[in-house]
């Protein structure tokens, strides 16, 4: 991307949440030796999120980009690893009360084989093992409480993410955009002006005036200032697929030796997370307000936290407009982050989505400038992300087993499904081929077979013949016992998490 006749093009970025610094960081990084300038605006009157302190092992690009490396940042924001998420409680089916959703493993070619294969013996009424707990490296890794640094990487290796504390990644990032030549003003702004055009031509703020740019970034979260306040872009929502829309979060007291994953248990009206950091445990609800009240929610997760809560720790609650905006990139302004949408944290896929949209949006501006083209392509490109990775983690509700609550009922019974989902669902149902109707769709780059694999027949969803006439397979029971031997023998080349101080140091 190159300014027109070399003069310089100004950037601004209205919002200073994690989206908006991980934007500023990029953007500078990639942009500001291209003749770009680019500032960010923040409000101290307006908090940002304060949540999102999980990730998927995509956000790993994001510090490489950057030349940050972990045994930095890691300490800076209490950070820990992830190898992957439990469900619990999601499904009771007995043997299926829980499971792991691992991140993948250079052994998992191999393991994932005999896992297909051992579910589609499943399907045909074979009394095989086909609980994904068996199959992966990162699960006997978490079980080990072994972290997935591997020691010998020509041997074994995998891939994982990081939990970390949102506020402290934010000024990490605050202060490593100074270092790149972010200029950071603090301000509120007050209305956004547009041009003859269309185009957004400047914000007008409480104590700065006027600020103009040429391209804008609107992070400001929830609200989206500027994308759907200003420019009126349409909002599609999400609330007939997925019913959630409230969250409380409180800290407790960190765990002397954490496994490193996070765990998502189900509850009355939805799930909590578990996610381990250095200085703190972050716990939060996420819930209906249409099945329960806020002081409800807040009380049935300190019910479930006990004696571990934080004496000094409030409850934080949130409200969640889930969907997504119909265009991400609409005349010289970007969105980015909750302005342009979030599904729910089940999976922990927001800051990725964030890093995608600002990678994408920097490649296609390259390619076609601000050609209609380009923009087109981008929003379907995002939309998709967006659609597919809410179909995922509608399975997790549709799936679900839970007879406890009005809420699972209807999230088993009334929740709207997209044709893509209904499709796959059929495939599985009827113990058809679902790596093939995966491909079709060609889908797997938002979630992988395994994936797939992993969660249906995580919560013991499998086709309603498949267990009438259940009968041994020595072949398969054997190729289990191979891999757990063979997992066990990986496991050795990852350190075991002595505590929670220590990890980064490996
Ligand atoms: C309950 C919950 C759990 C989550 N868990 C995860 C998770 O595990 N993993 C994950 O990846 N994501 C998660 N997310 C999403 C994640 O929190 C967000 O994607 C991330 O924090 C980015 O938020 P943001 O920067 O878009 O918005 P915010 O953090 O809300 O920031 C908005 C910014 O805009 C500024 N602003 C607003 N209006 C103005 C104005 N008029 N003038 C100037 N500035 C203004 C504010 O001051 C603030 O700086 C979760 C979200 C929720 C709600």
Redesign the pocket.
Known sequence: MQTNNGETKKILI????????MAANLFAKKLINKGFEISL????????????????PYIKRFFDALDIEESEWMSACCATYKGGITFADWSTIPGHTSYFHPFLSSVDGECFNVFRQVTTLRHHGYEVNAHPNDYFLQTELVKQKRLPLSLDKQKSDTIYAYHFD?SKL?EYLKKHAASLGVKHIV????QVKLAPSGDISH?E?KKNGLVEADIFVD?????A?LIQKTLGVPFTIFKDNLYNDA?V?IPSAPKSQYSPQ?VATAMSNGWR?D?PLTTRNGN?Y?YSSDFQSADDAEAELRRSLGDSILTDASARH?K?RVGRTTKHWHKNCVA????QG?I??LE???????QLSIEQFIEQYEKGDYSPKYQGFYNDGVNLVFEHIRDYIVLHYLTNSRQNSNYWLACRNDIKISDSLQAIMEVWCQGGDLDAELKRQQITQYYSSMSWHVLLSGVGVFPSGAAKQLQKHAAADDALKQIRQQLKEHARFFPINEGIFNQAVV
Do not use: Y
């Open positions: 209205v919002g200073g949440g994690t989206a908006g610094w605006l923040e409000s101290s009157d307006i908090p940002t999120v304060g949540v999102g302190e999980g990730s998927t949102a934010g301000d509120s702004v007050t914000v703020t992070c400001t979260g929830f609200s200032l969250a979060a996070t997370w996610i939060g996420v949130i969640m980015i982050g909750l302005s979030f729910e944290p922990a896929t927001a800051l990725h989505i964030v």
